[in-house]
């Protein structure tokens, strides 16, 4: 049984080279012996206190943070989006990441991927799949605005009729309509629909899965619920008629050679959805990603602004959720007709012999433009101290097809490879940083509880309190006042940005609502855009939000500055909260461990360690709290403007008729004119500001809680408080005296100790064992013969 546990486990980290599997397995062995002796502590302490009356908080607290750390999830999954418009080569690319060469649709005339697709590797046997369906409540909402769209009180004549024929919106519902209730279902009302049965049988668990031995064979069955299918085709299946019911769909591979656990890989459709519910999911799906890939094919990336767009949304992502790296990745790059490349060549002096170093120079090429272009944009939107801006690496070249076939281009020149190794590398530093952080805080527990079990009595001693607590309150002052002056850094650029809006509102509104081609293939596209309050998502248009149109020039005024404010690091300008509750909470630790020096504490060096560790957990509740807040902060600007602009948009989709696009269109150019005659980006000024607020006072609420807590006062708890685990007041207690005859409680754990100090004795070696290796590896690498490119009868 242990042989086939440790196959098991090896199993996991088939992904990585041998020198990375070394590491990673040394990190595992570490956690999973650390869980054990906090397993076996915890079960003596339980058992030592098992039958008393009352038991004493210092107890109690050791208790729960045992209990905490047991139960502290091995590692949170690293989401890394694939961002990109439809064709773009998204699933070909991630079919070639994992590769299964047709295990996700790829994209043709026909076909594309028409919803968010999650994949990841895991310890189950079979290839599965998890589809996930609109609940009925969601449905009903999708299904009443489909209807209304199509509703239209008079008939259209003329110029109008042929525009509706060829509108997107009103294709859109009527074939998800049809596919879904049958043909002639465009032509019901909402009640009629309620009351009509489904061409599929929909499953009262909402949730659809299936299971495959092989890839291929998976494939065959998922196709038809993440394949869209050409409007017109009439090999409809029964899984074909749920198809707009699907909201998300998760792939697990088993025990994947290339992708490891503990990451997954998110296909994103580029524009969101027309369902809300689709839409909030597309939102939160790129803000949950820590990495964000940009997917542009070759041509797309000259010429169209496709990825500009989708560039401008992942920056948003920095902004307001949890991505901290972003790259373009430029597909299809194997595609070149060379002469017309040759005819327009403009670098290098060299002759170009063949298809491959034509492709190879030209990938060189758009390389250096687009990294340039790229940290440009990064660095007008983002503060200029972020570690994305240190990058040298922010465009990849990719070529998926010829990563199969290496017709033209050898593995390493596709780039494949190195997308992986940017995968592997992420993970394994992400478990490299939990596993120290995870061995380091159970140590601590450890050379506490052990210190109980001496004999010696020590001296109690409690007038420390009173000089803590007036520490504590000078501090929060001092942290206060940081605090106030991070949040007024906002207050200019959010008064020019609103200026700026002012003066740019018409332009920009005029640049939504005007087409090139007239209001042919409009006319229900902007009634679906007022039906769901100013925003519209299409799989084949753009992305039309008219909120985040015309306060574009507000967060343009304050991104940089946004960013600065919630970004880690040193506190180099003063601007970033985050330094400065850092700063507040070592001047803590230090202040405790000098009382702890004045006072006698025989243990210092362990209570030292104790004391750094644990008030980092019970402040660290602060800035999780605060990244989660930070995209309601982020988002308020247009969350103000869409509800203020919300009676014209009714009033607009209520419009029939004749001419009644451009009516739709006055409709809503004279409410936006009088909403902001009325002050509406003053409002949507004075909301971000509250919000603000509230961030401060909750912060304050929480710091003021700490001086009452440090004395054991107990009381209504708010702010940060409410957020983090254990108690300051306990926790000085434990470290401060064992007078209060702690220790007699306390189950003798000395070999638990004897464990633990070994187990922390050991993660630097394995950290210099890791350096030691990764130079053994890289030296080799350079002394062996580099790969050599395909055969020539390629070249030419």
């Known amino acids: 049984m242990k042989k086939r546990r440790r196959s098991d486990r090896d199993q996991r980290f088939r992904a990585f080279p041998s020198v990375e599997q070394s590491a990673l397995k040394e990190y595992e062995r570490l956690e999973s012996r650390t869980r054990r002796v906090l397993s076996n502590t ?33 590692l949170d999954p690293i989401y890394i989006g694939l961002f990109g418009s439809t064709g773009a080569g998204k699933s070909s690319l991630i079919n070639a990441i994992i590769q299964q ?69 009103v294709e859109e519902a009527v074939w998800k309509l049809q596919l879904f209730y049958g043909n002639g279902a465009e032509g019901k009302n909402y009640e009629e629909l309620l009351r009509a049965k489904p061409k599929g049988k929909i499953p009262t668990s909402r949730v659809i899965t299936l299971k495959a031995e092989e890839a291929g064979e998976l494939s065959v069955k998922l196709d038809p619920y993440i394949r869209t299918q ?64 940009v997917i542009s094919d070759i041509e797309r990336v000259s010429g169209g602004r496709a990825h500009e767009d989708l560039l401008n949304e992942s920056i948003k992502a920095c902004q307001r959720g949890f991505c901290r790296d972003v790259a373009l990745v430029v597909t299809k790059t194997d595609k070149l007709h060379l002469p017309e490349y040759l005819r327009e060549r403009k670098v290098g002096n060299q002759a170009i012999q063949s298809q491959r170093e034509a492709v190879l120079e ?47 281009l050898a593995e390493e020149e596709t780039e494949i490879p190195k997308l992986r190794e940017y995968i592997r590398r992420r993970l394994l530093d992400k478990k490299r940083r939990m596993v120290t952080t995870y061995v380091t805080e159970a140590f601590g527990l450890l050379l506490l509880t052990d210190s109980f079990n001496c004999a010696e009595n020590l001296q109690n001693e409690y007038s420390h309190v009173s000089v803590l607590r007036r520490f504590v309150e000078e501090k929060i002052q001092l942290l206060e006042r940081s605090i106030d002056q991070c949040f007024a850094h906002i207050e200019r650029p959010l008064q020019e940005g609103v200026r700026d809006a002012r003066t740019a509102y018409r332009r920009l509104l005029g640049a939504c609502l005007v087409r090139s081609k007239g209001n042919q293939g409009f006319h229900q596209t902007l009634k679906a855009v007022c039906l769901k309050n100013g925003i519209y998502a299409s799989r084949t248009l753009a992305r ?26 040193k506190p180099t300008d003063g601007l970033a909260l985050m330094p400065h509750i850092d700063a507040f909470k070592h001047s803590l630790q230090e202040k405790m461990t000098e009382i702890g020096i004045r006072n006698g504490w025989k243990y210092d060096s362990y209570k030292r360690s104790f004391l750094i560790q644990e008030i980092s957990a019970i402040l660290g509740g602060l800035e999780g709290h605060i990244l989660r807040k930070r995209r309601r902060i982020y988002e308020s600007l247009t969350t103000s403007v869409q509800s203020d602009l919300k009676p014209c948009y009714e009033e607009a989709a209520q419009i029939t ?26 409002r949507a000024q004075q909301r971000m500001q509250h919000q603000f607020q509230q961030l401060k006072v909750f912060c304050r609420q929480g710091l003021h809680s700490i001086p009452k807590r440090l004395l054991g006062e107990h009381g209504e708890q708010n702010g940060i408080t409410e957020k983090v685990k254990g ?67 390629f070249n030419s």
Request: glycine share 6%; with cysteine; charged share 30%.
């Open 657 to 682: 008729g004749k001419k009644a696009c451009e009516r739709m269109k006055d409709v809503i150019r004279r409410g936006v004119d009088r909403q902001v005659a009325e002050g509406m980006f003053e």
């Open 101 to 169: 060469d047709m295990l996700l649709p790829v994209s043709g005339e026909s076909i594309c991927t028409s919803c968010i697709v999650q994949v990841s590797s895991g310890c189950c046997e079979q290839y599965e799949a998890k589809i996930h369906l609109l609940s009925d409540q969601e449905w009903k909402e999708e299904l009443k605005n489909l209807t209304r769209l199509l509703h239209r009180a008079e008939e259209p004549s003329g110029e109008e009729e042929d525009a509706w024929g060829r509108d997107d919106a």
């Open 727 to 793: 108690s300051i007041a306990t926790m000085l207690t434990l470290a401060s005296s064992q007078g209060d005859g702690l220790y007699k409680e306390l189950a003798d754990v000395k070999s638990e100790y004897k464990e633990m100090e070994k187990l922390h004795r050991s993660l630097r070696e394995v950290a210099e064992n890791a350096v030691l290796r990764r130079g053994m590896q890289d030296f080799l690498l350079r002394m062996s013969p580099s790969k050599a490119p395909p055969p020539s009868r």
């Open 544 to 569: 039309i939000d008219l909120n985040e149109a015309i306060t574009q020039p507000i967060y343009d005024r304050i991104d940089p500055v946004f960013g600065g404010i919630f970004r880690s690091g």
């Open 230 to 293: 050409r409007r017109g085709w009439d090999g409809e299946s029964a899984e074909t008629h749920i198809w707009p019911l699907i909201k998300l769909v998760e792939v697990t591979l088993p025990k994947s050679e290339l992708i490891p656990e503990g990451v997954v890989l998110v296909d994103i459709p580029g524009t969101g959805d027309f369902n809300s519910k689709r839409d909030e999911m597309w939102k939160k799906t790129i803000d949950k990603c820590s990495v964000i890939w």
């Open 362 to 408: 030209r990938n060189t090429v758009i390389k250096l433009q687009r990294n340039k272009m790229l940290k440009e944009k990064l660095k007008s939107k983002l503060p200029a101290d972020l570690k994305i801006l240190e990058a040298s690496e922010l465009v990849y070249t990719v070529s998926a097809q010829e990563y199969w076939q290496q017709g033209l």
């Open 42 to 74: 915890y079960q003596k302490l339980i058992q030592s206190v098992f039958l008393d009356d009352s038991i004493p908080n210092g107890v109690k607290y050791l208790i729960n943070r045992l209990l905490a750390l047991i139960e502290k999830p091995s």
